[in-house]
Protein backbone atom coordinates (compact mmCIF):
# COMPACT_ATOMS: atom_id res chain seq x y z
CA UNK A 1 0.00 0.00 0.00
CA UNK A 2 1.88 3.55 -1.06
CA UNK A 3 0.93 6.43 1.59
CA UNK A 4 0.89 9.98 -0.04
CA UNK A 5 0.36 8.57 -3.56
CA UNK A 6 0.37 11.66 -5.83
CA UNK A 7 -1.10 11.21 -9.25
CA UNK A 8 0.74 13.38 -11.07
CA UNK A 9 -1.69 13.60 -14.36
CA UNK A 10 -1.48 16.60 -16.54
CA UNK A 11 -4.15 19.43 -16.29
CA UNK A 12 -7.31 18.68 -18.31
CA UNK A 13 -6.53 14.60 -18.07
CA UNK A 14 -10.54 13.11 -18.43
CA UNK A 15 -11.42 11.14 -15.45
CA UNK A 16 -14.91 8.97 -15.92
CA UNK A 17 -16.61 7.60 -12.87
CA UNK A 18 -19.13 4.87 -13.35
CA UNK A 19 -21.45 3.01 -10.57
CA UNK A 20 -24.70 2.17 -9.93
CA UNK A 21 -26.68 4.48 -8.04
CA UNK A 22 -27.11 8.28 -7.30
CA UNK A 23 -25.15 8.91 -4.32
CA UNK A 24 -22.45 6.05 -4.41
CA UNK A 25 -19.95 8.87 -6.12
CA UNK A 26 -19.86 10.94 -2.74
CA UNK A 27 -19.89 8.08 -0.17
CA UNK A 28 -17.51 5.79 -1.75
CA UNK A 29 -14.81 8.41 -2.98
CA UNK A 30 -16.46 12.15 -2.21
CA UNK A 31 -13.04 13.00 -1.28
CA UNK A 32 -11.30 11.95 -4.10
CA UNK A 33 -13.23 13.87 -6.82
CA UNK A 34 -13.03 16.73 -4.61
CA UNK A 35 -9.16 16.63 -4.96
CA UNK A 36 -9.13 15.36 -8.89
CA UNK A 37 -11.06 18.69 -9.63
CA UNK A 38 -8.55 20.91 -7.53
CA UNK A 39 -5.60 19.21 -9.05
CA UNK A 40 -7.61 20.20 -12.96
CA UNK A 41 -8.42 16.91 -13.89
CA UNK A 42 -12.04 17.08 -15.56
CA UNK A 43 -14.50 14.66 -13.68
CA UNK A 44 -17.67 13.60 -15.32
CA UNK A 45 -19.95 11.18 -13.85
CA UNK A 46 -22.27 7.98 -15.41
CA UNK A 47 -24.89 6.07 -13.43
CA UNK A 48 -26.84 3.42 -14.31
CA UNK A 49 -29.76 3.66 -12.53
CA UNK A 50 -31.67 6.44 -11.19
CA UNK A 51 -31.95 4.80 -7.62
CA UNK A 52 -35.66 4.85 -7.67
CA UNK A 53 -35.55 2.00 -4.74
CA UNK A 54 -34.05 4.22 -2.34
CA UNK A 55 -37.82 5.25 -0.58
CA UNK A 56 -38.04 6.99 2.46
CA UNK A 57 -40.53 7.95 4.73
CA UNK A 58 -41.91 11.88 3.69
CA UNK A 59 -39.98 11.46 0.07
CA UNK A 60 -41.81 10.56 -3.21
CA UNK A 61 -41.65 7.01 -4.79
CA UNK A 62 -40.94 5.35 -8.36
CA UNK A 63 -40.69 7.91 -11.40
CA UNK A 64 -40.95 10.86 -8.96
CA UNK A 65 -37.94 9.54 -6.69
CA UNK A 66 -35.84 9.00 -9.64
CA UNK A 67 -36.22 12.54 -10.87
CA UNK A 68 -35.73 13.77 -7.64
CA UNK A 69 -32.53 11.98 -7.57
CA UNK A 70 -30.94 13.16 -10.49
CA UNK A 71 -31.50 16.78 -9.60
CA UNK A 72 -30.04 15.50 -6.14
CA UNK A 73 -27.16 14.01 -7.55
CA UNK A 74 -26.91 16.78 -9.97
CA UNK A 75 -26.52 19.22 -6.94
CA UNK A 76 -23.89 16.80 -5.14
CA UNK A 77 -21.72 16.77 -8.23
CA UNK A 78 -21.83 20.49 -8.71
CA UNK A 79 -20.80 20.96 -4.78
CA UNK A 80 -17.75 19.10 -5.90
CA UNK A 81 -17.26 20.47 -9.27
CA UNK A 82 -18.04 17.82 -11.72
CA UNK A 83 -17.87 18.80 -15.12
CA UNK A 84 -21.31 16.48 -15.86
CA UNK A 85 -23.29 13.96 -15.17
CA UNK A 86 -25.19 10.98 -17.39
CA UNK A 87 -27.67 8.27 -16.31
CA UNK A 88 -28.49 5.21 -18.21
CA UNK A 89 -31.93 4.72 -16.06
CA UNK A 90 -31.54 0.55 -15.96
CA UNK A 91 -33.76 -0.79 -13.38
CA UNK A 92 -32.22 0.15 -9.78
CA UNK A 93 -32.11 -2.84 -7.61
CA UNK A 94 -31.87 -5.57 -10.28
CA UNK A 95 -28.65 -4.55 -12.36
CA UNK A 96 -27.69 -7.75 -14.51
CA UNK A 97 -24.47 -8.50 -15.82
CA UNK A 98 -25.39 -8.56 -19.87
CA UNK A 99 -24.17 -7.90 -23.20
CA UNK A 100 -26.73 -5.18 -23.49
CA UNK A 101 -25.36 -3.12 -20.37
CA UNK A 102 -21.63 -3.81 -21.89
CA UNK A 103 -22.82 -2.11 -24.80
CA UNK A 104 -24.25 0.97 -23.19
CA UNK A 105 -21.66 1.42 -20.90
CA UNK A 106 -19.08 0.75 -23.86
CA UNK A 107 -20.72 3.78 -25.33
CA UNK A 108 -20.38 5.77 -22.83
CA UNK A 109 -17.06 5.21 -22.53
CA UNK A 110 -15.91 5.75 -26.42
CA UNK A 111 -18.38 8.79 -26.41
CA UNK A 112 -16.47 10.38 -23.27
CA UNK A 113 -12.91 8.86 -24.41
CA UNK A 114 -11.38 8.79 -20.60
CA UNK A 115 -7.97 8.81 -19.81
CA UNK A 116 -9.09 7.46 -16.13
CA UNK A 117 -12.00 4.82 -15.31
CA UNK A 118 -13.58 4.72 -12.17
CA UNK A 119 -15.90 2.03 -10.61
CA UNK A 120 -15.88 -0.38 -7.97
CA UNK A 121 -14.81 -3.67 -6.92
CA UNK A 122 -16.79 -6.16 -8.41
CA UNK A 123 -15.09 -8.72 -5.78
CA UNK A 124 -16.65 -7.22 -2.67
CA UNK A 125 -19.31 -9.10 -1.59
CA UNK A 126 -18.80 -7.86 2.01
CA UNK A 127 -17.04 -4.54 3.85
CA UNK A 128 -15.54 -4.83 6.80
CA UNK A 129 -17.45 -6.59 9.11
CA UNK A 130 -20.87 -4.97 9.14
CA UNK A 131 -22.13 -4.47 5.89
CA UNK A 132 -22.80 -6.80 2.78
CA UNK A 133 -21.87 -4.75 -0.09
CA UNK A 134 -25.30 -3.77 -2.55
CA UNK A 135 -25.67 -6.62 -5.57
CA UNK A 136 -26.11 -3.68 -7.78
CA UNK A 137 -22.48 -1.98 -6.76
CA UNK A 138 -20.94 -5.73 -7.29
CA UNK A 139 -22.43 -5.67 -10.84
CA UNK A 140 -21.52 -2.36 -12.12
CA UNK A 141 -17.71 -3.07 -11.25
CA UNK A 142 -18.51 -6.20 -13.24
CA UNK A 143 -20.21 -4.25 -16.48
CA UNK A 144 -17.34 -1.21 -16.21
CA UNK A 145 -14.61 -3.74 -15.79
CA UNK A 146 -16.17 -6.11 -18.67
CA UNK A 147 -16.51 -2.87 -20.81
CA UNK A 148 -12.94 -1.29 -19.73
CA UNK A 149 -11.56 -4.61 -21.19
CA UNK A 150 -11.84 -5.45 -23.67
CA UNK A 151 -14.80 -4.23 -25.57
CA UNK A 152 -13.88 -0.37 -24.92
CA UNK A 153 -10.16 -0.62 -26.64
CA UNK A 154 -11.32 -3.05 -29.49
CA UNK A 155 -12.73 -2.25 -32.69
CA UNK A 156 -14.26 -6.06 -33.15
CA UNK A 157 -16.49 -5.42 -29.97
CA UNK A 158 -19.79 -3.87 -30.70
CA UNK A 159 -19.40 -2.87 -34.43
CA UNK A 160 -22.33 -0.87 -34.28
CA UNK A 161 -20.44 1.44 -32.03
CA UNK A 162 -18.01 2.00 -35.55
CA UNK A 163 -21.40 3.07 -37.58
CA UNK A 164 -22.35 5.45 -34.84
CA UNK A 165 -18.73 6.91 -35.07
CA UNK A 166 -17.20 6.12 -31.77
CA UNK A 167 -14.03 4.00 -32.37
CA UNK A 168 -12.19 1.95 -29.37
CA UNK A 169 -10.35 3.90 -27.42
CA UNK A 170 -7.29 4.13 -25.09
CA UNK A 171 -7.86 4.13 -21.36
CA UNK A 172 -4.63 4.39 -19.41
CA UNK A 173 -5.83 3.58 -15.84
CA UNK A 174 -8.98 1.43 -14.41
CA UNK A 175 -9.36 2.90 -10.37
CA UNK A 176 -11.88 0.66 -8.34
CA UNK A 177 -13.08 1.77 -4.88
CA UNK A 178 -14.98 -0.49 -2.36
CA UNK A 179 -12.05 -2.62 -2.90
CA UNK A 180 -10.75 -5.65 -0.37
CA UNK A 181 -7.27 -5.13 -2.03
CA UNK A 182 -6.23 -1.45 -1.99
CA UNK A 183 -3.23 -0.92 -3.66
CA UNK A 184 -3.85 3.03 -3.65
CA UNK A 185 -4.09 5.26 -0.16
CA UNK A 186 -5.15 9.15 -1.08
CA UNK A 187 -4.58 11.41 1.30
CA UNK A 188 -8.18 13.59 1.39
CA UNK A 189 -8.43 14.97 4.64
CA UNK A 190 -8.48 18.20 3.09
CA UNK A 191 -11.97 17.54 1.66
CA UNK A 192 -14.05 15.41 4.32
CA UNK A 193 -15.97 18.92 4.89
CA UNK A 194 -16.70 19.66 1.00
CA UNK A 195 -17.80 15.79 1.05
CA UNK A 196 -20.15 15.97 3.51
CA UNK A 197 -21.98 18.87 2.00
CA UNK A 198 -22.05 16.72 -1.27
CA UNK A 199 -23.64 14.36 0.43
CA UNK A 200 -26.23 16.56 2.60
CA UNK A 201 -27.22 17.05 -1.21
CA UNK A 202 -28.92 13.77 -1.61
CA UNK A 203 -31.97 14.49 0.69
CA UNK A 204 -34.05 11.58 0.20
CA UNK A 205 -31.70 9.26 0.90
CA UNK A 206 -29.97 11.74 4.22
CA UNK A 207 -33.54 12.35 5.57
CA UNK A 208 -32.27 13.60 8.41
CA UNK A 209 -29.20 15.83 8.25
CA UNK A 210 -27.83 16.06 11.99
CA UNK A 211 -28.36 12.32 12.38
CA UNK A 212 -26.72 11.64 9.30
CA UNK A 213 -23.76 14.30 10.49
CA UNK A 214 -23.59 13.17 13.70
CA UNK A 215 -23.45 9.10 12.41
CA UNK A 216 -20.69 10.46 10.00
CA UNK A 217 -19.14 11.97 12.49
CA UNK A 218 -18.75 8.89 15.09
CA UNK A 219 -17.85 6.75 11.92
CA UNK A 220 -15.27 9.35 10.78
CA UNK A 221 -13.13 7.52 13.76
CA UNK A 222 -12.54 4.22 11.59
CA UNK A 223 -12.37 5.76 8.65
CA UNK A 224 -9.21 8.21 9.56
CA UNK A 225 -5.30 6.62 9.63
CA UNK A 226 -3.10 6.40 12.10
CA UNK A 227 -2.20 9.64 11.96
CA UNK A 228 -5.76 11.16 12.56
CA UNK A 229 -5.47 11.87 8.71
CA UNK A 230 -8.97 10.49 6.47
CA UNK A 231 -8.04 8.21 2.96
CA UNK A 232 -9.70 6.70 0.06
CA UNK A 233 -8.47 3.69 -0.70
CA UNK A 234 -8.32 2.11 -4.21
CA UNK A 235 -7.32 -0.41 -6.21
CA UNK A 236 -5.55 1.02 -9.40
CA UNK A 237 -4.69 -0.99 -12.62
CA UNK A 238 -2.05 0.85 -14.92
CA UNK A 239 -2.78 -0.16 -18.56
CA UNK A 240 0.75 -0.34 -20.68
ZN1 LIG B 1 -25.46 2.47 -4.06
Known sequence: MTSYFEENWQK????????????????FMGGTIARWVEKGYIVQ??????????INPGFPEGEALAALRVEEQKAAAAVLGVHSVQFLDFVDGYLEVGLDKRLAVTRVIRNVKPNVVVSCDPQSY???????????HRTAGQIVVDS?????INNAFFPELLEEGLPAVEISELWLSLTPTPNVTLDVDAFWEQRLK????????????????????????????????YYEFFRRIRFH
Open 148 to 152: VYPAA
Open 198 to 229: ALLEHKSQIVDPERFLTRMQASKAHMIGQDGR
Open 126 to 136: YIADTYLNHPD
Open 45 to 54: YCLLTKGEKG
Open 12 to 27: GTKILVILAHPDDPEF
